[in-house]
């Protein structure tokens, strides 16, 4: 007989009572953000590249959903036209059944690099969106401090970008975001070039953000791991043409926390999104064991110890 029995994962559509209860209480919610039949296709000389085919979804108010899919499969064009940085070819974006004509302070964002201003110290910095509301200074300024209480980052307000770590500043970017009121945070790779350990704050510290306040959050992330320790739902995307592949509602309970990344229900979240994007069969970063190195001779290591 085998030693061990190989330990068979639960369907990972099988939500437990209380994730199944929080979904339907989700569902019931309005959409604040819909996309609606949106294509978006680029052309350049004679090449014409449908980033986006007929993309249908609906955020529901105060849900978490993460954008997940292999390099090409038009996650950051999506999150461009729902900032209302680029126009979609057909279809359009609702927000609260209104369409979006542009940027608007009702959707925030927050980028992977470091965007906060290097000539103003971090109360300016998180002033700024105030201000642009139109609220005067010295409110601006009181409304700034309450953001940098809620973010522990209250001594460091006047303090430049530049002296303060890469995960203080994402705390940063994020309270500037949130500070002009927004309805909907878009965050595309927000916590990537952060160390694994700083990301793992990172995630723990905006789930409580998250919590505590009236946002709906649509989060673009490589890291599957991440998508899954974060989301409600997963909008899971393939390439060529960038469509829709499927929806998977993570079958966590929450408050999360990082114990639940070995559970069973997350393993088997993972493995079937390991799974999809293998069966995508394109070249990318999520995968790897694909990853081909050419080393030069010269690096050949000559002292390994067996
Ligand atoms: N401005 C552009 N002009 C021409 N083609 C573009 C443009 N922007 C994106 N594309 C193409 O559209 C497709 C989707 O690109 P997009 O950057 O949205 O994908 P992505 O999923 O965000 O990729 P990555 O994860 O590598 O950032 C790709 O084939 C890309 O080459």
Same mark, same amino acid.
Request: glycine content about 6%; aromatic content about 6%; overall charge negative.
């Given at each position: 007989?085998? #030693?061990?029995?190989? @330990?068979?994962? &639960?369907?990972?559509?099988?939500?437990?009572?209380?994730?199944?209860?929080?979904?339907?209480?989700? %569902?019931?919610?309005?959409?604040?953000?819909?996309? +609606?039949?949106? /294509?978006?296709?680029?052309?350049?000389?004679?090449?014409?590249?449908?980033?986006?085919?007929? *993309?249908?979804?609906?955020?529901?108010?105060?849900?978490?959903?993460?954008? $997940?899919?292999?390099? !090409?499969?038009?996650?950051? /064009?999506?999150?461009?036209?729902?900032?209302?940085?680029?126009?979609?070819?057909?279809?359009?974006?609702?927000?609260?059944?209104?369409? $979006?004509?542009?940027?608007?302070?009702?959707?925030?964002?927050? =980028?992977?690099?470091?965007?906060?201003?290097?000539?103003?110290?971090?109360?300016?910095?998180?002033?700024?969106?105030?201000?642009?509301?139109?609220?005067?200074?010295?409110?601006?300024?009181?409304?700034?401090?309450?953001?940098?209480?809620?973010?522990?980052?209250?001594? =460091?307000? /006047?303090?430049? &970008? @530049?002296?303060?770590?890469?995960?203080?500043?994402?705390?940063?970017?994020?309270?500037?975001?949130?500070?002009?009121? &927004?309805?909907?945070?878009?965050?595309?790779?927000?916590?990537?070039?952060?160390?694994?350990?700083?990301?793992?704050?990172?995630?723990?510290?905006?789930?409580?953000?998250?919590?505590?306040?009236?946002?709906?959050? $649509?989060?673009?992330? @490589? +890291?599957? #791991?991440?998508?899954?320790?974060?989301?409600?739902?997963?909008?899971?995307?393939?390439?060529?043409? !960038?469509?829709?592949?499927?929806? *998977?509602?993570?079958?966590?309970?929450?408050?999360?926390?990082?114990?639940?990344?070995?559970?069973?229900?997350?393993?088997? /979240? %993972?493995?079937?999104?390991?799974?999809?994007?293998?069966?995508?069969?394109?070249?990318?970063?999520?995968?790897?064991?694909?990853? %081909? *190195?050419?080393?030069?001779?010269?690096?050949?290591?000559?002292?390994?110890?067996?």
């Amino acid at each position: 007989m085998a #030693d061990h029995v190989e @330990h068979a994962l &639960p369907d990972y559509r099988i939500l437990p009572p209380d994730v199944a209860a929080r979904m339907a209480q989700i %569902k019931q919610r309005d959409y604040v953000l819909e996309i +609606d039949r949106v /294509t978006k296709v680029f052309t350049q000389k004679k090449n014409r590249t449908v980033a986006l085919d007929a *993309i249908e979804f609906g955020v529901h108010r105060r849900e978490l959903v993460c954008v $997940v899919g292999p390099s !090409g499969c038009g996650k950051s /064009t999506l999150v461009r036209i729902l900032a209302g940085l680029e126009d979609a070819t057909s279809g359009q974006i609702l927000m609260n059944g209104k369409p $979006v004509r542009g940027p608007g302070s009702d959707r925030g964002m927050v =980028f992977q690099k470091y965007t906060l201003f290097p000539w103003l110290d971090v109360c300016r910095n998180v002033m700024f969106g105030i201000e642009m509301g139109g609220v005067d200074r010295l409110e601006a300024q009181r409304q700034a401090m309450q953001w940098l209480q809620m973010i522990g980052l209250e001594q =460091f307000a /006047t303090a430049f &970008p @530049h002296q303060l770590s890469g995960g203080m500043q994402q705390r940063v970017a994020i309270a500037r975001a949130l500070a002009a009121s &927004p309805r909907v945070l878009l965050m595309d790779e927000s916590f990537s070039a952060l160390d694994a350990q700083t990301r793992t704050k990172m995630q723990n510290y905006l789930m409580e953000i998250w919590r505590k306040i009236d946002i709906t959050i $649509v989060f673009i992330t @490589h +890291d599957l #791991d991440e998508a899954i320790y974060l989301a409600d739902r997963i909008l899971v995307l393939k390439p060529n043409p !960038g469509r829709v592949e499927e929806v *998977i509602e993570v079958p966590l309970s929450r408050p999360r926390r990082a114990e639940q990344m070995t559970s069973d229900e997350f393993l088997a /979240t %993972k493995a079937h999104l390991e799974g999809l994007i293998r069966s995508f069969g394109t070249s990318d970063d999520m995968d790897e064991e694909d990853v %081909k *190195i050419d080393l030069p001779l010269l690096t050949l290591v000559t002292d390994q110890v067996e």
